[in-house]
């Protein structure tokens, strides 16, 4: 296809997709003239995917070239460019105390999770306990591991759909429903508190 | 007690105990002499809770007047008051379109909820379907039921354990439960996504 279709099928404007071949973001077409090009399947789905990143994963452009680099390795499996999308995403406090980081990794040990050591996630996991227990918050192992169970279920099923057609496709569901999954669980879990608290403190009619 | 003692429970200064005693944040305490009060433990609830919807609820001082005057109404339910803060809390999209509301409210009538028709988690709902539809992500019910199946069942536990020996109390454990154990709910999906695509992915040693 031409630049133009291309362009149509990722939804942005024509000069969007030549920004995004200068920066170096989508591969070049193969020339078939000296000022034309064709693009294949495979610069529709990258081109996607950097819209994902751009938009929903907020990254910048040159975190964006690190995870695309990650992918476009052969040697990279599927877990390492996952991984690489997943630690390039945002994170709100990237620099936890000490003592709340071993904390968080004394939890994901005792269940049983195999988590790198530098992953950015367990910074999350600290400064949240952090903060709750700055407002004496009451976070026993008990509420915890309810949390843990609840998160374990819907990541089995979120990493077992993963779409494994294409290392690009890979990528671009995790970031998305990573990112887009999550204010919908808040909803959620609000809405239930809702229905919880009617059942709970409402007389029956 | 004294207002330096009442501070002292609070961890605040005593200047800003008497700012809230000003902003009426704050029943006055019992007149002792012409420039002296006594304080109760309610005092030192009331305090703590409005700490926490100042702090992690990020609630302006107009909002939290609406609260603690519906715990104060004699008439107010437990199960009124805490809807009461916890559609005080912030949202962020407040303003979805029709139709996005109108799928949000047929998901939740689908699972048997009884929520507020005008309650501001369905609009939060509402939005996060939008954003995932604007970036093609499916969001088929069989996902929706499962992330509300989580949701629901941390909820149910999470109103069980109210405390319901006071109304402060109760308000106080909700707004920072709702919220502050956001994070640690989203921290703990990315950590068992991580550890789920290591499972899928990496082949065993």
Redesign the interface.
């Known amino acids: 296809m031409r630049i133009a279709e291309l362009a149509r099928r990722g939804g942005v404007p024509v000069g969007t997709v030549k920004y995004y071949l200068r920066e170096g973001l989508l591969p070049p077409g193969e020339l078939t003239a000296a000022t034309q090009a064709q693009y294949g399947d495979s610069h529709v789905q990258r081109l996607?995917l950097v819209r994902?990143l751009l938009?929903?994963g907020g990254l910048s452009i040159a975190a964006i070239r690190d995870v695309l680099a990650a992918i476009d390795d052969p040697t990279t499996?599927?877990?390492d460019a996952?991984?690489a999308a997943?630690h390039a995403l945002p994170t709100?406090d990237a620099d936890p105390r000490t003592e709340d980081w071993a904390e968080?990794r004394d939890h994901?040990r005792r269940w049983g999770?195999?988590?790198?050591d530098d992953?950015p996630?367990?910074s999350?996991?600290a400064?949240?306990?952090h903060?709750?227990r700055t407002?004496?918050?009451d976070t026993s192992d008990r509420?915890?591991d309810?949390?843990?169970d609840?998160?374990?279920?819907?990541?089995?099923?979120?990493?077992?759909?993963?779409p494994t057609t294409s290392m690009t496709e890979a990528v671009r569901?995790?970031v998305?429903?990573?990112l887009?999954?999550?204010?919908?669980?808040?909803?959620?879990?609000?809405?239930?508190?809702?229905?919880?608290?009617?059942?709970?403190?409402?007389p029956p009619p």
């Not at 609840?150 to 993963?162: G, K, N, Q, R, S």
């Open positions: 996607r994902a938009g929903p499996s599927v877990h996952l991984g997943h709100a968080a994901v999770w195999t988590v790198e992953s996630n367990l999350l996991l400064g949240a306990l903060a709750l407002a004496h918050f509420l915890l309810r949390y843990a609840a998160a374990a279920v819907l990541a089995e099923e979120d990493v077992a759909t993963v569901h995790v998305i429903g990573t887009l999954l999550e204010p919908v669980l808040l909803a959620l879990r609000r809405l239930a508190h809702e229905n919880a608290s009617m059942k709970r403190f409402t």
